[in-house]
């Protein structure tokens, strides 16, 4: 037993010996490189760019919302932008057309929409922000050309309200909501 346990430590001993050694990779010297540089434009001198916006409360537009040119959904915003322009921005502008994105408790997300390499739509979160100002986060100081906006993308901004759902403001109102939907759909009445 022990002889071929020595001949399979001497035979992983040898296979050792001919596997190319791990380099280790060098770590580059001196200062980190400089993030990439943010886009200012100057709104005197330069043309701003169409946006066109689509909102929606409750989930984002699909994909096939999008599919055949000009029969876009609806609810479109046209604004005229730059690229420097913020979450922050956007936000304040759709809430002036979106009476939902002016509530105190509702979010603002953003996707892209736009054609890929083969010309398939698709569809990419980009952004949350809070309607209200006070609650300022990582994504609202966030550009277009930080978003790697290209001109021609729609955005689809989706208004989440959660003033609507107090059953997820707290876990035992949400399981006393679940006990009251499961007696609705038996008939019956749990006591708790």
Not at 67 to 76: F, H, I, L, Q, T
Not at 155 to 182: C, G, H, Q
């Amino acid at each position: 037993m022990s002889s071929t346990a020595a001949a399979a430590a001497a035979a992983a001993a040898a296979d050792a010996q001919n596997r190319p050694s791990r380099v280790p990779i060098p770590m580059p010297r001196g200062p980190p490189p400089p993030l990439r540089p943010t886009v200012s434009v100057d709104r005197e001198k330069t043309c701003p760019l169409l946006l066109r916006v689509f909102t929606k409360t409750g989930n984002h537009h699909t994909i096939e919302d999008f599919a055949v040119r000009g029969k876009e959904p609806k609810d479109e915003v046209q604004i005229y932008t730059w690229r420097d322009a913020t979450l922050r921005e956007l936000t304040d502008l759709v809430k002036e057309v979106a009476p939902a994105a002016r509530r105190k408790e509702a979010k603002l997300s953003f996707a892209f929409v736009y054609p890929d390499r083969r010309g398939r739509n698709v569809i990419r979160n980009v952004g949350l922000t809070h309607a209200s100002g006070g609650r300022r986060g990582g994504d609202e100081n966030r550009t277009l050309a930080d978003l790697h906006f290209q001109t021609g993308d729609f955005l689809d901004a989706m208004e989440v309200e959660l003033y609507n759902m107090p059953y997820l403001r707290s876990w035992e109102s949400f399981m006393k909501k679940r006990a009251t939907w499961i007696s609705m759909s038996l008939g019956r009445q749990f006591t708790s």
